[in-house]
């Protein structure tokens, strides 16, 4: 048996709680789409992960028709962990010695949150082409630009001006300046449960929701079960929805960690701008990352104002397709696609669905949550670090 095309792009979203695995056609279509556990470089060094991937990229490539060896003309490959450019050059090296495709780029993940985010280039009736010269970007630029903020479990922002300039930050928690994301989040709405409850700090609604959250009788007893791995780090990220809940209902604690995130993230996007010496008007804003793709309406609200305030005339949106469908734009992006390609991806992605050639949808793409997956690592002793991002 032949084996099938080749692929014009094998995409991958590394985090360190899963990783996604796509191949792409030339035409923008999703060939194939496969999660599976971490392969954090970080966790597992970068020789072991690169043979965790090898083992999606292969079952991948049995989805799409079995092809052997090369599977596709790039790998356009967005890992957690990639925070210096010298660990992008790494990973990049490690990428094209494992010859799945015939080129291979590794960037920082939230670099893939960014160009999901950004689509202005590609509506209808705009340039086929993307290149010198093409200018289908805001300002007339020929490539994609703008700024992200990916706020998940941690915290995160990359920025790139029209010129390919980037700014960007390390993202290694209070130790780099950082603060927030569902991790820092559930540590604060613990702190001030806490202490509510042992009277060290003021009342607020969050304590007795702490403990209702977990079926426990008190928050000190949540304390002790974490303190005896009854709990573990992935149930507390929990706490986020507990917060958002109280702050709705006007608790005035949890209303201030709601807005110190907001003035977070905002400060994030407005330091990358003015590094880069971009504009404020009409600057992309791109909001991605679990706590921000859930449209909190405090969270989203207040991170609006604040841009406002602080970047006026800045456009923010938040990201409607996950993270891998960026991997694969950035992909198609390299191979010199245009706008029907990079449309074309995102239908895939929008009805959450693999398209055939001639745009029958073949069936819904299904991914077990990141929660599950790090249940079955910790039960195979594989588990790694809850993502940043």
Same mark, same amino acid.
């Given at each position: 048996?032949?084996?099938?095309?080749? #692929?014009?792009?094998?995409?991958?979203?590394?985090?360190?709680?899963?990783?996604?695995?796509? %191949? !792409?056609?030339?035409?923008?279509?999703?060939?194939?789409?496969?999660?599976?556990?971490?392969?954090?470089?970080?966790?597992?060094?970068?020789?072991?992960?690169?043979?965790?991937? =090898?083992?999606?990229?292969?079952? #991948?490539?049995?989805?799409?028709?079995?092809?052997?060896?090369?599977?596709?003309?790039?790998?356009?490959?967005?890992?957690?962990?990639?925070?210096?450019?010298?660990?992008?050059?790494?990973?990049?090296?490690?990428?094209?010695?494992? +010859?799945?495709?015939?080129?291979? !780029?590794?960037?920082? =993940?939230?670099?893939?949150?960014?160009?999901?985010?950004?689509?202005?280039?590609?509506?209808? /009736?705009?340039?086929?082409?993307?290149?010198?010269?093409?200018?289908?970007?805001?300002? /007339?630029?020929?490539?994609?630009?703008?700024?992200?903020?990916?706020?998940?479990?941690? !915290?995160?922002?990359?920025?790139? $001006?029209?010129?390919?300039?980037? *700014? +960007?930050?390390?993202?290694?928690?209070?130790?780099?300046?950082?603060?927030? /994301?569902?991790?820092?989040?559930?540590?604060?709405?613990?702190?001030?449960?806490?202490?509510?409850?042992?009277?060290?700090?003021?009342?607020? $609604?969050?304590?007795?929701?702490?403990?209702?959250?977990?079926?426990?009788?008190?928050?000190?007893?949540?304390? !002790?079960?974490?303190?005896? &791995?009854?709990?573990?780090?992935?149930?507390?990220?929990?706490?986020?929805?507990?917060?958002?809940?109280?702050?709705?209902?006007?608790?005035?604690?949890? +209303?201030?960690?709601?807005?110190?995130?907001?003035?977070?993230?905002?400060?994030?996007?407005?330091?990358?701008?003015?590094?880069?010496?971009?504009?404020?008007? &009409?600057?992309?804003?791109?909001?991605?990352?679990?706590?921000?793709? #859930?449209?909190?309406?405090?969270?989203?609200?207040?991170?609006?104002?604040? %841009?406002?305030?602080?970047?006026?005339?800045?456009?923010?949106?938040?990201?409607?397709?996950?993270?891998?469908? /960026? *991997?694969?734009?950035?992909?198609?992006?390299?191979?010199?696609?245009?706008?029907?390609?990079?449309?074309?991806?995102?239908?895939?992605?929008?009805?959450?669905?693999?398209?055939? #050639?001639?745009?029958?949808?073949?069936?819904?793409?299904?991914?077990?949550?990141?929660?599950?997956? +790090?249940?079955?690592?910790?039960?195979?002793?594989?588990?790694?670090?809850?993502?940043?991002?």
């Amino acid at each position: 048996m032949a084996d099938a095309p080749l #692929a014009a792009v094998l995409a991958i979203d590394g985090g360190n709680s899963k990783t996604d695995v796509a %191949l !792409i056609a030339p035409d923008g279509t999703v060939l194939a789409a496969v999660r599976g556990p971490s392969a954090s470089h970080e966790h597992h060094g970068v020789e072991q992960a690169m043979r965790i991937l =090898d083992g999606l990229v292969r079952s #991948a490539a049995a989805q799409a028709g079995g092809r052997s060896g090369v599977v596709a003309s790039h790998t356009s490959a967005c890992l957690a962990g990639a925070d210096l450019p010298e660990e992008e050059a790494q990973l990049s090296a490690a990428l094209r010695r494992r +010859r799945w495709s015939r080129t291979a !780029i590794a960037v920082n =993940d939230t670099f893939a949150v960014l160009r999901a985010g950004l689509s202005a280039g590609e509506a209808p /009736g705009d340039g086929d082409k993307a290149g010198p010269g093409g200018g289908r970007w805001p300002g /007339g630029a020929d490539r994609p630009w703008g700024v992200a903020v990916t706020c998940g479990a941690g !915290i995160n922002c990359v920025a790139v $001006a029209p010129d390919g300039r980037t *700014a +960007r930050y390390l993202a290694h928690g209070i130790l780099t300046g950082d603060w927030g /994301g569902g991790e820092g989040l559930s540590e604060e709405v613990m702190w001030h449960a806490m202490r509510a409850e042992d009277g060290r700090g003021p009342a607020t $609604a969050l304590a007795p929701a702490v403990a209702a959250h977990f079926g426990l009788p008190s928050v000190t007893d949540v304390a !002790i079960a974490m303190h005896k &791995g009854q709990l573990g780090d992935d149930d507390l990220l929990g706490l986020t929805s507990v917060l958002f809940a109280a702050a709705a209902a006007g608790d005035q604690v949890a +209303r201030e960690l709601v807005e110190r995130q907001a003035a977070e993230i905002a400060a994030m996007a407005v330091a990358a701008m003015r590094r880069l010496g971009l504009p404020s008007a &009409g600057t992309p804003v791109v909001l991605g990352g679990g706590l921000l793709e #859930a449209r909190d309406t405090l969270l989203t609200s207040a991170v609006t104002g604040r %841009l406002a305030a602080d970047a006026p005339g800045a456009v923010p949106r938040v990201v409607d397709i996950p993270p891998i469908a /960026g *991997a694969a734009l950035l992909g198609l992006d390299h191979l010199g696609a245009g706008a029907a390609e990079a449309r074309r991806l995102r239908q895939c992605y929008r009805t959450v669905g693999l398209l055939t #050639a001639d745009g029958a949808l073949t069936g819904p793409v299904s991914f077990p949550p990141a929660a599950e997956i +790090r249940k079955q690592a910790r039960k195979t002793g594989t588990a790694t670090r809850t993502s940043r991002y």
